[in-house]
């Protein structure tokens, strides 16, 4: 008898290595996927948003799961950004929730215990901000200055640190950690010990490398006297600025670093220096951009080492592993954006994975100072308050006809989601193919990733049976009525308008001349010859993103924006700095805090937002990327012939995504998913979380005694 050959599995063969086991000093990590600490938003005022947000991450399979930032003393004080503390009893039952239901599905959990040193300004505790010589972080980004500088630490101050890591750590094995951080990263303390432009110290702590390690190694030391028996100590460590520097024995400081620690953590969690870096969008870096600077840690350490690099490509992770670069593929946006990205691949579903974007709205959300909210996955941060699961958004009781109008990126995602949720769905755009503002916006420059958002609910719909999906149909009142389905989601997207404002505030009607344009008219085709001045007050980044654009198309550009930067708001998403870079290297002039008061065709004038003071440029067009309008003129043909609609059995319909309310990508997505999840229920519970008080307020007699 012929026996048919046994199919081959990807995941018994080429990513089997990603499920491999992994000791980290006295534990064991079930798998290489580990979700290293990142910023979420969650203080431990919200403990059961955030320990359902993080144990969704440890059922779609991550082997590791760890906190944010969290606080060890009072000294390090970074409100108003969100950050956790491990300062009291009622901090370490916050803390058990979130681990025990990490736990309940076989991961560990780890704690990135942290001191911030000079780059927290202490607005809420009042106490002095720590550093080694007193040097402070000057920041510039506007929502971490501050005008109070640190104390230079004596060797108290030394001591001090060192017991309330201890203490720390100790609390954390109480809540019931599995790996517990040293931190020495991204500005903050342990860091600043080891820069020397932080650390002028005279003493044994400042000079060579060795005695500016001295530090790191003590925290180190002190937490593994602490909890070292039961737990993993791990060293995070930023290495782009010591790898910059010249080593006595060895190519950089970097190296002597490594080496002088090699065998004293359980775990090196290596990084780069800033945010821009360490979590650089996708608009300007691909994944794995850390490598050049990490690659070298494993050659000098026999102790596991986990990285990031945006990693959603399990054969990318292979590479990592089988190159010797990483032990562990670390995740943070590639976590958020799919938490069941583990599980998907070791069940062989790669195609189902929803890659990240690489677009850092997530970051921006924590310096909002609201819980994490993601492009790609709306249903991050809402796990416990509405409910909602990633994959699984549950059946609905009665399986009804949906039509959803639009197949932007809030119509894709409300088709999906009602697919899954069991209705029958139909799909409908007028355009010539799916993804609304995206099929366009894909097309600029850096932004190719972002189609993502598309490519993965596009993939899904398709493979879907109670989905249908119809293109070039522009549907009017007459054929909904005609198809009469149960319910109507139209997600008829919005449309860039020619208004301007007055000092930014107040609409002082449109820029009326027939060589004013907008990004819809860009995209439409109709291109702007001769030069052409950009004038932004969107702030996010279609001004300066179509900028980039007319310039590489030859069409010479001058930027304007009230702002104070081009893009502003990408301060927010880390792409701030790379944007200013690239409107140089394209040879474009960047005029801030101007706006256009006038435009004859020949001449726009300019005016200062605050002096007033007006300037003249020759250009022949103006592009106004400004303020975004619904598109809603479907639905308010349709209310007005609601009684036509009920008579035709029509049950309800409504706006979703940018033709509710315009936004960025991610509130799109959200705004489909919301209405999918609430068809014909109405709007949802919003559960509001509170902070655990079962042990009475502690006093800090003695900071580290609570
Ligand atoms: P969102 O971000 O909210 O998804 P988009 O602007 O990206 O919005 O997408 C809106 C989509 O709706 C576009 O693809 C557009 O072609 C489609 N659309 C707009 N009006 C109609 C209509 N009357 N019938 C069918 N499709 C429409
Ligand atoms: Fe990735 Fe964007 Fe989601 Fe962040 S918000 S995880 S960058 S898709």
Not at 143 to 151: A, C, E, Q
């Amino acid at each position: 008898m012929n026996m048919l050959p046994k199919p081959e599995s990807r995941t018994e063969s080429r990513y089997d290595i990603l499920f491999e086991p992994i000791k980290i000093g006295p534990v064991t990590a079930p798998n290489r996927f580990y979700q290293v600490p990142h910023a979420s938003g969650m203080t431990n005022a919200l403990p059961r948003i955030r320990a359902k947000f993080r144990e969704t991450k440890a059922e779609g399979g991550w082997g590791v799961i760890c906190t944010g930032a969290c606080s060890i003393d009072l000294s390090s004080d970074d409100a108003p950004l969100p950050m956790a503390t491990m300062w009291d009893d009622n901090d370490i039952k916050a803390h058990a929730m979130m681990t025990d239901a990490v736990h309940r599905h076989g991961a560990l959990a780890g704690v990135e215990l942290w001191h911030g040193g000079a780059s927290v300004m202490n607005r809420q505790t009042r106490v002095a901000p720590l550093s080694p010589s007193g040097i402070p972080w000057m920041a510039t980004h506007v929502g971490f200055m501050g005008n109070l500088r640190p104390k230079t630490m004596d060797k108290q101050d030394i001591r001090d640190v060192l017991r309330w890591q201890a203490e720390g750590a100790r609390k954390a094995r109480i809540a019931g950690f599995d790996i517990v951080y040293v931190y020495a990263g991204m500005g903050y303390l342990g860091y600043e010990f080891l820069l020397p432009e932080y650390n002028h110290r005279i003493d044994e702590y400042g000079g060579s490398l060795e005695n500016r390690v001295r530090f790191v190694r003590e925290m180190i030391e002190v937490t593994k006297d602490a909890v070292g028996k039961d737990c993993g100590v791990a060293l995070r460590v930023s290495l782009e600025e010591l790898r910059a520097k010249a080593g006595r024995n060895q190519a950089s400081e970097a190296h002597e670093l490594i080496e002088l620690l090699s065998d004293i953590p359980d775990l090196f969690d290596v990084k780069m220096d800033s945010s821009p870096t360490d979590c650089s969008p996708s608009r300007f870096t691909g994944e794995g951009s850390h490598e050049p600077v990490i690659d070298f840690v494993k050659k000098l350490t026999k102790k596991p080492v986990v990285g990031v690099g945006r990693f959603t490509s399990p054969d990318a992770m292979v590479s990592q592993i089988k190159r010797g670069v990483l032990d562990i593929i670390g995740g943070a946006r590639p976590s958020i954006a799919d938490p069941f990205l583990p599980n998907k691949i070791r069940e062989n579903r790669i195609e189902e994975i929803r890659e990240c974007i690489g677009c850092n709205i997530c970051i921006s959300s924590w310096h909002d100072g609201v819980p994490v909210r993601c492009t790609q996955n709306p249903t991050v941060g809402e796990e416990w308050r509405r409910g909602w699961h990633p994959e699984n958004p549950g059946k609905a009781g009665v399986a009804e006809r949906v039509l959803v109008i639009g197949g932007g990126p809030a119509g894709l995602e409300a088709a999906l989601t009602l697919g899954r949720r069991g209705h029958h769905v139909t799909l409908a755009d007028k355009g010539t193919a799916f993804g609304g503002r995206l099929t366009f916006e894909k097309t600029l420059p850096g932004l190719s990733a972002w189609n993502r958002v598309v490519d993965y609910r596009l993939g899904r719909l398709r493979e879907m049976t109670n989905v249908e999906m119809y293109l070039e149909s522009d549907l009017g009142v007459d054929e909904i009525i005609d198809l009469a389905p149960d319910h109507v989601l139209v997600a008829t997207g919005a449309r860039w308008t020619k208004f301007l404002y007055s000092s930014m505030e107040i609409p002082v009607g449109k820029l009326a001349h027939e060589r004013v344009f907008t990004p819809d008219d860009i995209a439409a085709g109709r291109m702007p010859e001769g030069p052409t001045l950009v004038f932004d007050f969107d702030n996010y980044y279609m001004g300066g993103v179509i900028t980039e654009h007319l310039a590489s198309k030859g069409v010479p550009v001058t930027y304007v924006t009230p702002a104070g930067q081009a893009s502003a708001w990408t301060i927010m998403t880390n792409e701030l700095p790379l944007i200013a870079r690239a409107l140089t290297s394209r040879n474009v002039a960047v005029r801030t805090l101007e706006m256009v008061s006038a435009f004859d065709g020949e001449t726009v004038t300019l005016a200062n937002i605050f002096t007033g003071q007006k300037t003249e440029l020759q250009c022949r067009n103006v592009v106004i990327s400004g303020l975004r309008l619904p598109r809603a003129e479907l639905f308010e043909a349709m209310n007005a012939r609601r009684a036509d609609l009920e008579a035709a059995g029509i049950k309800s319909f409504e706006l979703v995504g940018d033709a509710l309310a315009p936004g960025a990508l991610a509130h799109a997505v959200h705004s489909g998913h919301r209405a999918a999840q609430e068809l014909g229920l109405g709007p949802q519970p919003f559960r509001r979380d509170a902070p655990i008080v079962e042990f009475e307020p502690s006093y800090w007699s003695d900071r580290g005694n609570a």
